[in-house]
C-alpha cells in the first residue's frame, strides 16, 4: 500500500489503518519524495539541520488545494515533506514549537538526536526553491535534485520492498508519526 502525503488531514481512522496494515503484514509506504530529492544528504552526521522552502502560492500550484487543506495548506502541502526528511536525519520527533499564519510556517522541531528548524512560505510570484543546511556552526548546504528521478527512485524503492517483503524507509506507522506532529503544528 503506498499512500501519497498526507495520509490524512486528521488522525482520525490512522490508527486503525496502521494496526489493520500492519497486522495483514502489507508493505506499506508513506510517500515523501524529499527523501529522494535530497539524497546526497542522506546518511550524514548531523546534530542539527536547517530547511528553507519557499513555494507558489497554494492557489497558483495546486488549485483547489487552498479550500482543502485550509489554514494548514503550507504545513500539510509542503513543510510535511522537510519533517518527514528531518525525522530520516535525526530521528523521530519528540516536541515541537510552532508560529505563523496560513502563508508562513516556522518550526523548531527536537528530535532523538538533535533539532531542526524548518521556513516554509507560499511566496508571492513563481518563485520555488528548497534548501537544507546540516551543522549549527559549519554549515553544509544542500539543494534538492527536483527531476523526476526522485519519483522514480521513491517508486523502485518501494516496488524492491514489495517484490522482497521487506520493510519500506516509510511505512505507514512513520507517516503517521509525522502526520501527527504536522497537526499539532
Known amino acids: 500500500t503506498f499512500v501519497e502525503k498526507p495520509l490524512g488531514l486528521a488522525m482520525y481512522g490512522i490508527p486503525e489503518l496502521v494496526a489493520e496494515a500492519e497486522a495483514s503484514g502489507l508493505v506499506t509506504m508513506g510517500a515523501c519524495n524529499m ?3 535530497y539524497r546526497g544528504a542522506l546518511g550524514a ?11 507558489r502560492p497554494l492557489s497558483e500550484w495546486r488549485p483547489g488545494a487552498i479550500e482543502a487543506y485550509g489554514a494548514n495548506g503550507v504545513i500539510m ?5 522537510e519533517m518527514d526528511l528531518a525525522c ?6 519528540e516536541g515541537l514549537e510552532a508560529k505563523g499564519t496560513p502563508e508562513t510556517v516556522h518550526l523548531h522541531l527536537h528530535h532523538e538526536r538533535g533539532e531542526s528548524l524548518i521556513l516554509a512560505s507560499w511566496a508571492e510570484g513563481t518563485v520555488c526553491m528548497r534548501e537544507m543546511a546540516l551543522g549549527r556552526t559549519r554549515h553544509t548546504r544542500f539543494y534538492p535534485d527536483t527531476s523526476d528521478e526522485m519519483y522514480r527512485l521513491e517508486m523502485a ?3 524492491d ?7 519500506t ?7 503517521a508519526h509525522v502526520l501527527g506532529w504536522a497537526i499539532k503544528a
Open 169 to 175: 524507509c516509510n511505512p505507514l506507522r512513520s507517516a
Open 35 to 37: 527523501r529522494w530529492a
Open 88 to 93: 530520516q536525519i535525526l530521528g523521530d520527533i
Open 45 to 55: 552526521d548531523a546534530e542539527d539541520l536547517v530547511m528553507i522552502v519557499v513555494l
Open 77 to 81: 502541502e509542503a513543510a510535511i515533506h
Open 161 to 167: 520492498c514489495v517484490s522482497e517483503g521487506k520493510e
Open 157 to 159: 524503492h518501494f516496488l
